[in-house]
């Protein structure tokens, strides 16, 4: 099979992470022994990759990878604990109001007249 630089220039990320077919890997390699501009890009190529695969795990362990929308999530997020909490503390004090309330109407006697 014949293919063109374009196609094994695509094909790339798939010969690399070691998912392409046998039959395409081997007409990358008959490929790469040919053509010299993209046995230049796959010798280069690997510097570009880890420059544009960074995992979200380093984007939001590392503090020097700060940005706008981290930040903007994070204080919503900051705003929304704040507000469970609240909600929480406020639930519990209605809770206890009817349990007082509760309390008086049925376990005391009410006073004839």
């Known amino acids: 099979m ?3 630089c374009d196609m ?5 990320p798939l010969y690399k992470d070691g998912l392409a077919s046998s039959d395409t890997r081997d007409a990358i390699k008959e490929h790469l022994k040919e053509c010299d ?3 230049n890009f796959y010798r280069r190529y690997p510097f570009q990759d880890k420059f544009l695969r ?3 795990a ?9 940005s706008s929308v981290t930040d903007g999530f994070n204080s919503f997020a900051k705003k929304m604990r704040r507000n469970k909490k609240i909600k929480i503390v406020l639930a519990c004090f209605v809770a206890a109001a009817v349990a007082v309330f509760a309390f008086f109407k049925y376990f ?3 006073q004839k007249k």
Request: glycine share 0%; proline share 8%.
């Open 2 to 4: 014949k293919l063109t």
């Open 8 to 12: 094994v220039t695509d094909l790339y």
């Open 37 to 39: 501009d993209c046995r």
């Open 54 to 56: 960074k995992s979200a």
């Open 58 to 66: 380093d984007v939001f362990e590392n503090p020097t990878h700060s």
């Open 108 to 110: 005391i006697p009410e």
